[in-house]
């Protein structure tokens, strides 16, 4: 763990637990949890051969080298039980595309090696998710490859520079799927884009669902993004998503990810008058936005809607992800101005489903509610 160190305050020991080497941390980039440490050795070390992990498959064989509990280097073995596994262990800024393994992971193990049946370095091991704190089969190690990644531009460029699209992207749950008449859910929805940003230039809209980077099939969100995220700046990318159900081809040059990205705090509102959705959309309460409820909910004059004021828990719509503080922004493809314009769309649908625009706390998304006519 070099997080919180000084530079020249980190300790490395070897296999036979007696030789240690003062280390220096050449840099880290706590969004992957990788760190790149170099020591001043005597002799020569030996050094593990990289696989490539984007060509593991779920049930190849692996080893789990650490130091658990601290009672010396150890080996656990077993398989592959998934890959590309992301639950915010890192945040929400973190970049997540872990493999999943039951391979005995302990507290020590972590930052040790993840090696296939041939010995070549696949992963490092990260953490595991457990009831108990101890280890119940279900360990998280970093790809090689992202290591890799990272490994490079620190050494090269001492700092992590990520590529920048300009757009929020979102699951495609089978709902949206049907709603947007696409194929299946993969690929990223996009749920809205930012101006002036790569995706703006190009021409990119909400509700373009990408299904494809370069050449390479989209699975999902969390794969998109950690593609954009791996590019460098100023590179050239061509994307081809989804409009309408009609595919269609866009050539951005990405931008570089800013810094610090924009985040807005959610407080209780005061709406001028707040009213029941009524119709269609059941346990959901609207008011029109003012100037109070802007600043509380830190939402710009440039968004229009009605603002939801209350969500009753056992309801569909929270169930769907509507949530007080959301401003609904469109439904079923209309845009919606204020609180009168939401409740009349709401009371004209003749679907079994509402599909919302809303936006909530500095982003905006898609959502698929089901309505009264459409509940089981």
């Known amino acids: 763990m070099v997080d919180g160190a000084d530079e020249d305050g980190v300790k490395v020991s070897l296999s036979d637990g007696k030789t240690k080497y003062d280390a220096k941390v050449i840099g880290k980039d706590p969004r992957t949890d990788v760190a790149i440490l170099k020591i001043e050795a005597p002799k020569k070390l030996p050094a593990l051969t990289l696989a490539d992990s984007d060509k593991l498959e779920v049930g190849d064989v692996v080893l789990a080298i650490g130091n658990p509990f601290g009672i010396g280097q150890s080996v656990s073995s077993g398989i592959i039980s998934a890959l590309g596994r992301g639950f915010g262990i890192l945040g929400q800024q973190g970049y997540e595309d872990f493999i999943q393994t039951d391979a005995s992971i302990n507290q020590g193990n972590s930052g040790g090696a993840l090696v296939d049946a041939e010995g070549r370095l696949i992963g490092i091991n990260q953490s595991i998710a457990s009831p108990s704190g101890a280890n119940a089969g279900v360990g998280f190690a970093v790809p090689i490859n992202l290591a890799r990644s990272v490994m490079e531009r620190l050494v090269v460029d001492g700092k992590i520079v990520r590529g920048f699209l300009g757009v929020s992207l979102q699951m495609v749950t089978p709902d949206l799927a049907e709603s947007f008449k696409l194929p299946d859910t993969s690929g990223a929805l996009v749920?809205?884009?930012?101006?002036?940003?790569?995706?703006?230039?190009?021409?990119?809209?909400?509700?373009?669902?990408?299904?494809?980077?370069?050449?390479?099939?989209?699975?999902?969100?969390?794969?998109?993004?950690?593609?954009?995220?791996?590019?460098?700046?100023?590179?050239?990318?061509?994307?081809?998503?989804?409009?309408?159900?009609?595919?269609?081809?866009?050539?951005?040059?990405?931008?570089?990810?800013?810094?610090?990205?924009?985040?807005?705090?959610?407080?209780?509102?005061?709406?001028?008058?707040?009213?029941?959705?009524?119709?269609?959309?059941?346990?959901?309460?609207?008011?029109?936005?003012?100037?109070?409820?802007?600043?509380?909910f830190n939402v710009p004059q440039r968004i229009r809607g009605a603002l939801v004021t209350r969500v009753d828990e056992d309801s569909t719509a929270a169930e769907a992800g509507l949530r007080p503080g959301c401003v609904v922004m469109e439904i079923d493809q209309q845009p919606v101005s204020d609180l009168e314009t939401a409740v009349d769309a709401i009371r004209d649908s003749k679907g079994k489903r509402l599909r919302l625009w809303v936006y909530n706390q500095g982003a905006t998304q898609y959502l698929s509610v089901p309505t009264k006519t459409g509940k089981k």
């Open 191 to 296: 749920g809205g884009v930012q101006p002036n940003t790569p995706a703006a230039k190009a021409g990119m809209k909400a509700g373009d669902v990408i299904v494809d980077f370069n050449g390479k099939r989209v699975s999902d969100s969390a794969h998109l993004r950690l593609m954009v995220a791996q590019t460098p700046p100023k590179t050239p990318v061509n994307f081809k998503v989804l409009r309408d159900a009609k595919e269609k081809s866009f050539n951005v040059t990405l931008a570089e990810l800013p810094d610090d990205l924009a985040a807005s705090g959610q407080d209780t509102p005061s709406p001028d008058r707040d009213d029941s959705s009524g119709g269609a959309l059941e346990g959901v309460e609207l008011a029109d936005l003012n100037n109070q409820t802007r600043r509380q």
